[in-house]
């Protein structure tokens, strides 16, 4: 989008400015639309359990309901409690929303449809969820009030009560996709079930975590059955108590943006993101974000469903729950997982990154050469990374290819995984170099490709080129011919 600003005549600080501002505008109202959208939904699904009609007067099919419920808040008076501390009373809820909305800039929509696709994607979801607990702790605090402050108090301790859950939940995730960037995780579990299913969900060692994380995700998002911090029959309204007009909607719009959130992370976690269920080739038709969109809605429509269906937990329960059950088994499987991927995976990981490359490996990684990344002054030495340690990095590319627009897919390693397409940009004669361009490209690395008038296996020897900070790899790709068995 920066290249596109900068194309109208823009410097290019103009042209990053404003197509951040872009980008976070495209995300943002969609995402007020959807909140918008999402709270008829959950009516509708309550009212059709109880066996009750929903909203249909507003609009049609009262699709218009939440608009006019918002133009109806936005009119009245904001009412501030005179014993409450008004700046922080005013405060709170605007970070409650503000804090929900931060954590969508790494939510990968499509493959590189996404704000920020940074490598600690998930540390960053991580540590702006756990801050959505500071808009609840400071409105009950700053409301003067008994029944806010006991909410207050009681929100902070589930929130991080279930918080040390779903770390070690994303530490079993992590550990199995080899990356903390959400669309590395996403890659990872392409075919990951029997080479058909794209889910780590259909792993005998991750579901039970999967089961974790969900219910965790409706204790961190306070809804039923854990909706303790505003149990109407003990807390009147909870935290939200003393608040009116558009502070008590900024609650709502944020409460429901991160339910949404965690709706999204069990789907990009658990169930493929945006590819489809099956590895199956006419599924591929469908748009991958509308694929995102169904499995996130799903998981709404089951989060609706329980709040119908599960009576209220007591705090007691609601407690023991996180530290004496979710707690111990999270903990006992990050275990478990980290010892099953040291005596399968890891024990063999580093000869595949590291060690000399073979013609079994390549086609056990359905590659078509392995190129040996090794420092520029290290290339000189070994014979373009021929000998030596050195990164491997495996590809595909095609059989007599040409110069312009060659299809090129990475295989390995995972943090680099992803299809990418090669156009010769200069050439001397003797062949060419130019850029690979990722589909699903990560802020500061860059990828670029030499081919030479050599032919090996029906493909052109190539050179591939990584950079990454200030590191930059380079070394020569050898195909199944120029291995040993």
Same mark, same amino acid.
């Given at each position: ?8 005549g823009m410097s290019y600080e103009w042209a990053w400015g404003v197509a951040t501002i872009?980008? @976070?505008? &495209?995300? #943002? ?14 009516? =509708? ?5 109880? &066996? ?7 609009? !049609? ?18 009412? @501030? ?119 780590? %969900? ?5 579901? +039970? ?5 969900? @219910? ?8 039923a059955p854990f909706d303790l911090t505003e149990a109407e029959s003990e807390l009147v ?6 608040? /009116? ?7 709502? *719009? ?6 949404? *959130? ?5 789907? *990009? ?6 590819? +489809? ?5 006419? *599924?591929?038709?469908? +748009? ?10 799903? %998981? %709404? ?22 530290? =004496?059950?979710?707690?111990?088994? /999270? ?25 000399? +490359? ?10 078509s050469d392995v190129c040996r990344l090794v420092t520029s002054d290290d290339y000189s ?16 590319? !095609? ?50 490709? #030499?081919?030479?008038?050599? @032919? ?7 050179? &591939?080129?990584?950079?990454? /900070? ?12 120029? &291995? =040993?068995?």
């Amino acid at each position: 989008m920066t290249e596109f600003f900068q194309s109208l005549g823009m410097s290019y600080e103009w042209a990053w400015g404003v197509a951040t501002i872009a980008g @976070i505008l &495209l995300i #943002a109202l969609p995402l007020m639309l959807a909140v918008a959208m999402v709270i008829y939904v959950d009516r =509708k699904v309550l009212g059709a359990i109880m &066996l009750r009609r929903g909203p249909n007067v507003v609009g !049609p099919f009262g699709l218009l309901q939440s608009f006019a419920d918002g133009l109806k808040v936005f009119l009245q008076e904001t009412i @501030i409690p005179t014993a409450a501390n008004k700046g922080i009373f005013l405060l709170a809820p605007i970070i409650t929303f503000t804090v929900a909305l931060a954590a969508w800039a790494v939510i990968p929509f499509d493959a590189g449809v996404v704000l920020a696709d940074i490598n600690v994607g998930l540390l960053y979801i991580l540590a702006i969820s756990s801050l959505g607990v500071y808009g609840v702790v400071m409105s009950g605090w700053a409301s003067n009030s008994k029944y806010p402050f006991f909410s207050a108090m009681r929100a902070a301790a589930q929130m991080i009560s279930y918080e040390v859950s779903i770390g070690f939940v994303l530490v079993c995730v992590v550990l199995w996709a080899g990356t903390f960037n959400m669309s590395g995780i996403v890659e990872a579990q392409r075919g990951h079930g029997l080479g058909i299913v794209n889910g780590f %969900f259909f792993n005998i060692l991750l579901f +039970p975590i999967f089961v974790v994380f969900f @219910i965790s995700a409706l204790a961190e998002t306070a809804r039923a059955p854990f909706d303790l911090t505003e149990a109407e029959s003990e807390l009147v309204a909870g935290y939200q108590t003393e608040y /009116s007009s558009m502070s008590f909607a900024l609650f709502w *719009l944020g409460e429901y943006a991160n339910i949404l *959130l965690m709706c999204s992370l069990c789907t *990009l976690l658990f169930f493929g993101g945006w590819l +489809p269920p099956l590895e199956i080739e006419f *599924l591929y038709f469908v +748009p991958g974000f509308i694929w995102f969109l169904l499995k996130t809605f799903m %998981f %709404f429509f089951m989060f609706s469903w329980i709040w119908a269906t599960v009576p209220r937990y007591r705090y007691d329960q609601l407690m023991r729950l996180g530290w =004496k059950v979710f707690l111990p088994m /999270s903990l006992i499987f990050v275990a478990v997982i980290s010892g099953y991927l040291m005596a399968t995976r890891y024990a063999d990981q580093r000869l595949v990154d590291r060690g000399e +490359p073979s013609a079994t490996t390549l086609a056990a990684l359905g590659a078509s050469d392995v190129c040996r990344l090794v420092t520029s002054d290290d290339y000189s030495e070994t014979v373009g990374g021929r000998k030596g340690e050195a990164l491997n990095v495996y590809l595909f590319r !095609p059989a007599r290819h040409g110069a312009q627009d060659v299809p090129v897919e990475i295989l390995h390693p995972t943090r680099l995984a992803g299809k990418a397409s090669f156009s010769m940009e200069t050439s001397n004669g003797f062949g060419g170099s130019g850029q690979l361009r990722m589909e699903r490209q990560i802020e500061g690395q860059e990828l670029g490709m #030499a081919v030479t008038d050599v @032919i090996s296996d029906d493909r052109p020897g190539a050179i &591939l080129f990584l950079a990454e /900070s200030e590191n930059v790899l380079m070394g020569d790709c050898f195909t199944k011919s120029d &291995l =040993k068995a």
